[in-house]
């Protein structure tokens, strides 16, 4: 069974550029989780999908970021513009529901603004 | 709000010993879910151990295993006959049942364990 897919795995833009993430989540999970982890420290949530339904979305800083799952399948997460203090390590996790299922995790994108 | 606290940011363990990982959270939940996930260099995330927190037994997890303290709000990972393979992020995190985050894990900010030869 294939995992969480993410791309790029890497990626280093000027400030102020927009930026783009994809993940491919595991067949048949239907939430979808998309985590920011800064250097040193644990995950955190910025948004959960249901299917198509963005469900929790109230970490997302609305006024940069932006995500949408087409289709209850794949999803993406945009920042433009992008800041210096973006530079983290962007996760993308699915489950075939909540609570006790258990939350499988992509490798993640690096993303690094200069 | 929910909280989880890492109180050891680095560990180190000699090959085949035994090291304990703690953690401690702060929440008014009675019923919740406890985990903890290992993040080795390559980044990939990965499910260690949950617990249940209405169930009084301790998980176990071949050499994993959890001292669950639900009074104390602790939860601490034992890694017996530890492998270098389980050099690592160990993060705590914590999961609420009820409310408009159900479901979401908080994590704590890790503990980096390394494992000696």
């Known amino acids: 069974e294939a995992g969480v897919v993410q791309s790029p795995r890497y990626k280093i833009i000027e400030k102020k550029q927009p930026v783009a993430f994809w993940c491919n989540p595991i067949?048949?999970?239907?939430?979808l989780y998309w985590y920011l982890q800064n250097l040193g420290q644990g995950p955190e949530l910025l948004i959960r999908?249901?299917?198509?339904?963005?469900?929790?979305d109230s970490q997302l800083p609305k006024d940069r970021f932006s995500a949408e799952r087409l289709k209850g399948v794949d999803s993406t997460l945009k920042i433009q513009p992008a800041e210096l203090g973006d530079s983290a390590v962007y996760l993308c996790?699915?489950?075939?529901?909540?609570?006790?299922?258990?939350?499988?995790f992509g490798p993640g994108t690096r993303l690094t603004v200069l | 709000a929910q909280t989880v606290t890492q109180s050891q940011p680095e560990m180190s363990v000699q090959e085949a010993e035994t090291v304990t990982l703690s953690c401690t959270y702060d929440?008014?939940?009675?019923?919740?879910?406890l985990f903890w996930y290992k993040q080795p260099p390559s980044r990939q995330m990965i499910l260690v151990i949950r617990?249940?927190?209405?169930?009084?037994q301790n998980a176990t997890e071949n050499r994993f295993s959890v001292n669950f303290q639900k009074a104390a709000k602790s939860f601490s990972l034992k890694i017996s006959d530890s492998q270098l393979g389980d050099t690592a992020m160990y993060f705590c995190?914590?999961?609420?049942?009820?409310?408009?985050?159900?479901?979401?894990?908080?994590f704590g900010k890790g503990t980096k364990l390394s494992v000696k030869p």
């Open positions: 995190a914590f999961m609420k049942l009820r409310g408009g985050s159900q479901g979401n894990l908080i």
């Open positions: 067949s048949g999970h239907n939430t």
């Open positions: 929440t008014s939940e009675s019923n919740y879910y």
């Open positions: 617990q249940e927190a209405y169930k009084q």
């Open positions: 996790a699915s489950s075939l529901g909540l609570r006790l299922n258990e939350q499988f």
């Open positions: 999908y249901e299917n198509e339904e963005a469900v929790d």
